[in-house]
């Protein structure tokens, strides 16, 4: 069973920084897409970003002068980077990833990380 894992969430004061992290129970040249969603309470899950295997980023429009995301296949993580963190970012950060090679049409979602932005 294919499992993402995420880490990195927590309890920040607003403006600061903080990395999220994913990992995977397979290789990474076997996602050939992997994402970071966002999902607070009441509301629905929605894209943060997504990095392609090529290199290709798509954030969403509204978050991405303060979301940086990227992977390092070598080391089997992804990353989402939050600078200047604000109260509406409060929220569960899931991990995804859509499969390629022997694992093609198949897609993950990790369980999540509670990021919390408060003073």
């Known amino acids: 069973q294919v499992r993402l894992v995420e880490s990195g969430g927590g309890s920040v004061q607003p403006g600061r920084s903080l990395r999220l992290s994913c990992t995977a129970s397979?290789?990474?040249?076997?996602?050939?897409?992997m994402a970071w969603y966002r999902q607070a309470a009441g509301k629905q899950r929605e894209l943060v970003a997504e990095?392609?295997?090529?290199?290709?980023?798509v954030y969403a429009e509204t978050l991405k002068d303060r979301f940086t995301i990227s992977r390092d296949n070598a080391k089997q993580m992804l990353y989402l980077d939050i600078d200047d963190l604000k109260p509406e970012d409060t929220a569960v950060y899931f991990c995804y990833g859509e499969g390629t090679r022997n694992y093609r049409g198949r897609t993950y979602w990790g369980q999540g990380t509670q990021v919390t932005v408060s003073s």
């Open positions: 397979i290789s990474f040249i076997n996602l050939h897409l």
């Open positions: 990095i392609h295997d090529n290199g290709y980023i």
